[in-house]
């Protein structure tokens, strides 16, 4: 499961089950949570139970679960995700009678809805019986959107107008702005120049690909909506109606009239997004590549990393490309044009990094120190002051090194694969590290701590269920203690045991 879907799971997660009633009254939705959501054996079980009329015996689960293939362990977690999910039932064990299992009636419903085709007008969306402008098409959308998302990306760095970085970059809206804010991707700085600084949750989220960016921003907007209650919107709905949209076509109008109020109401927000494009004076919208992909494994637009190789895709901008929307042309590389792109990290610390790009440019400017320009380079290097000015913004060195590794230039991972040595100069990578260790000499984990069982073998069968599921993470046998990532799962499995006592 990508970034993007794994922030979305452990938002769902936490929504009761009257919730996940409702959003499966959507087929639309219940198929975007099978096509996003589930594991392939986990869709292997929804397929083999949707039709089934009668429980199935979860013993009989086994033979698709091979000892080869993770056996038990790989069933008790893929059965834990589809409950978290509200999708699949369990019966509580019992000494009588054999546990069985069965799908969820509200996910049933919705999804075999989405597969033979019925349900409400609209739950796919309403396409514009209105005329509509030609010069609409899907590469003005892309462009539209990549314009938006750009906006965005630009504020979290905070490169707007630096050494001209702003050209063509107008910023997100003040709504967006405030988002960002009250999501902890950036922060008020009153020592920069415009008065906000990037944090360790924004340099996460610059380095996500663009689908998990986009769910990061839609996440914080349900929250933000969940706890404003004179917005007018229902989180429940705001959800219902992104899945909606993840299942409508690229380039195709659809009526806004088909809509509910609620859902026209937030039609300004993801055009703020650029998720949805809103000609003025029209009862049409067109929903962009960011929406469309929203539950789909394909890529939406490009993220930083892809930016830097767009712009240094054909520096000379030789006709027959195409243009970024950071200015750099961006076309699909061959072999004359791979030889060139990425970043050169020397022993000494200097960086060369071959970009035109502004937003990848004040992406390095976080913790490197930039000493020159070129056309299609820039030089500088990593020091000191800018490493721990970067840690001042809760940039790790992990990321950084990540970050330097995931950029490295061609040259310097074809030598590293011939001699057998790290693609990153070690001295570099333990620097960067030491130069943190003076500040940080403790990691952090959320999570919960569970204690004061009822009996050994309480806590010895809870202990071994979150290791199974994957969310323990550490304990004590002695003392009777371990801590987890996550509860729910842990709290439905302790009352379905306490059941069958």
Not at 104 to 124: V, Y
Not at 141 to 158: C, E, F, G, S, T
Request: hydrophobic residues 40%; proline residues 5%.
């Amino acid at each position: 499961m990508s970034l993007g879907g794994q922030q979305l799971l452990e938002y769902l997660e936490k929504l009761p089950g009257t919730a996940f009633r409702r959003l499966y009254q959507s087929p639309a939705t219940a198929l975007a949570i099978f096509r996003r959501m589930l594991s392939y054996h986990a869709k292997v079980i929804v397929r083999g139970l949707l039709y089934m009329p009668d429980p199935f015996p979860l013993t009989s689960l086994d033979i698709w679960f091979p000892p080869e293939g993770g056996g038990k362990i790989n069933r008790d977690r893929t059965i834990a995700a589809l409950r978290s999910l509200h999708i699949l039932q369990v019966s509580p064990p019992s000494k009588d009678r054999t546990q069985e299992i069965q799908i969820m009636t509200s996910f049933k419903k919705g999804l075999q809805l989405a597969f033979e085709g019925g349900g409400e007008d609209g739950s796919f969306g309403v396409p514009s019986s209105l005329p509509v402008d030609p010069s609409i098409d899907i590469a003005y959308l892309d462009k539209y959107a990549r314009k938006k998302w750009d906006d965005i990306l630009h504020y979290v760095v905070n490169s707007l107008g630096v050494h001209g970085s702003s050209e063509g970059v107008s910023g997100p809206k003040a709504s967006v702005k405030e988002l960002l804010l009250a999501g902890r991707l950036v922060e008020r700085r009153p020592d920069t120049r415009t008065g906000i600084g990037i944090t360790q949750a924004g340099f996460t989220f610059l380095l996500q690909e663009s689908n998990a960016q986009v769910w990061t921003l839609l996440l914080l907007w349900l929250e933000a909506a969940d706890h404003t209650a004179d917005s007018g919107m229902d989180s429940i709905d705001m959800l219902s109606f992104l899945f909606m949209l993840s299942s409508l076509e690229l380039g195709t109008a659809y009526d806004t009239s088909a809509l509910t109020e609620t859902r026209r109401n937030m039609l300004p927000s993801l055009v703020d997004f650029g998720l949805i494009y809103f000609p003025r004076d029209t009862r049409q919208f067109f929903p962009t590549r960011l929406a469309t992909t929203l539950t789909s494994t394909a890529s939406a637009l490009r993220t930083v990393s892809s930016a830097f190789t767009a712009a240094t895709a054909n520096p000379s901008g030789e006709p027959g490309t195409t243009t970024s929307t950071s200015g750099g042309p961006a076309a699909t590389p061959d072999k004359t044009q791979t030889a060139a792109k990425g970043i050169i990290i020397e022993t000494n610390y200097r960086i060369y990094a071959y970009t035109t790009s502004p937003l990848q440019i004040a992406v390095l400017a976080l913790f490197c120190q930039l000493n020159m320009r070129f056309p299609n380079m820039v030089s500088g290097r990593l020091t000191r002051d800018s490493i721990r000015q970067a840690i001042s913004f809760g940039i790790t060195a992990d990321q950084i090194i990540s970050y330097l590794h995931a950029h490295a230039h061609q040259q310097m991972v074809r030598e590293a694969t011939v001699l057998g040595k790290p693609v990153l100069p070690p001295t570099v990578v333990d620097q960067i590290r030491l130069w943190q260790l003076e500040n940080e000499r403790m990691q952090t984990t959320a999570g919960f701590l569970f204690k004061d069982f009822e009996s050994t073998e309480e806590y010895a069968a809870l202990s071994r269920y979150a290791e199974e599921i994957g969310v323990l993470v550490w304990k004590n046998d002695k003392r009777q203690l371990f801590f987890a990532s996550k509860h729910e799962q842990l709290r439905d499995y302790l009352k379905s045991r306490k059941k069958g006592e």
